[in-house]
């Protein structure tokens, strides 16, 4: 018998049946238990500040939401949901960058706001729920997609504020262009920013960028080689 369209679209997205692989239900009531968790754990310095901390600022990202909308313990379910909404969002920056939704001080808060978003997760993916991955190499290729993300959303700040010596007047492209050497490093030279908020943007961007480089990627890519946690170790996914 030929297996149903959706059957396979199904296994390709969330794979083979595995009702022995759960992870407790997510949402806020597991996050509230983790930090309870992390309370009482005999951790001291500014470790255990910024564990705490990142982990209390959790309580603002959607993620929580999508968990406690789906109430799933699988973890494909979980981690597909998730995958959804970062996509979701990258379309969105795509969409704010080349149809002018820089215009609107509202759509740019929210781009604000989504970079708030990526660099919490990062944080807390780094120093805090790294040892609940589903997957390094899945957490090293979402770092990668809110690399572009983030090159996308700054693209938009300098969209947003004009602040750039344009070419050929105010363009999308000239901006991402523009984002993008900057956060590689590159530094053509041939686009440069024009007033004092540019210049500001610039060092924020420089900063979040050889951070994300240095502290984040090589996080990621330290974890990379180690066998998948049993289920019995994992908790929780870090993405």
């Not at 597991?30 to 500014?46: A, D, H, Y």
């Not at 981690?79 to 990258?90: H, K, P, T, V």
Request: glycine share 6%; charged share 15%.
């Amino acid at each position: 018998m030929q297996p149903h369209f959706g059957q396979v679209l199904k296994k390709i997205f969330l794979g083979p049946e595995d009702t022995s692989d759960t992870l407790p239900p997510q949402g806020y009531r597991r996050t509230k238990e983790l930090i309870q968790e992390e309370w009482n754990n005999p951790t001291f310095g500014i470790m255990r500040l910024v564990r705490l901390f990142l982990m209390a600022i959790s309580c603002f990202s959607p993620i929580l939401v999508i968990d406690q909308v789906v109430g799933s313990t699988r973890p494909s379910v979980i981690a597909l949901s998730r995958e959804l909404y970062y996509f979701a969002r990258a379309v969105l920056l795509a969409i704010v960058v080349f149809s002018q939704g820089y215009k609107s001080s509202l759509l740019v808060a929210l781009v604000i706001y989504f970079v708030y978003d990526i660099l919490s997760h990062l944080a807390g993916a780094t120093f805090v729920w790294g040892k609940y991955s589903i997957d390094p190499r899945r957490s090293l290729l979402l770092a990668l997609v809110n690399y572009f993300e983030l090159t996308l959303a700054f693209a938009v700040f300098y969209l947003h504020w004009n602040c750039l010596v344009w070419r050929g007047g105010r363009s999308a492209t000239e901006a991402l262009y523009f984002s993008i050497v900057t956060a590689t490093t590159a530094g053509f030279g041939d686009v440069l920013p024009s007033v004092v908020p540019g210049e500001r943007i610039v060092i924020a961007q420089l900063s979040i960028f050889l951070l994300f480089a240095v502290l984040f990627v090589s996080t990621f890519l330290s974890r990379v080689p180690m066998e998948v946690r049993s289920t019995s170790k994992r908790n929780d996914p870090a993405a």
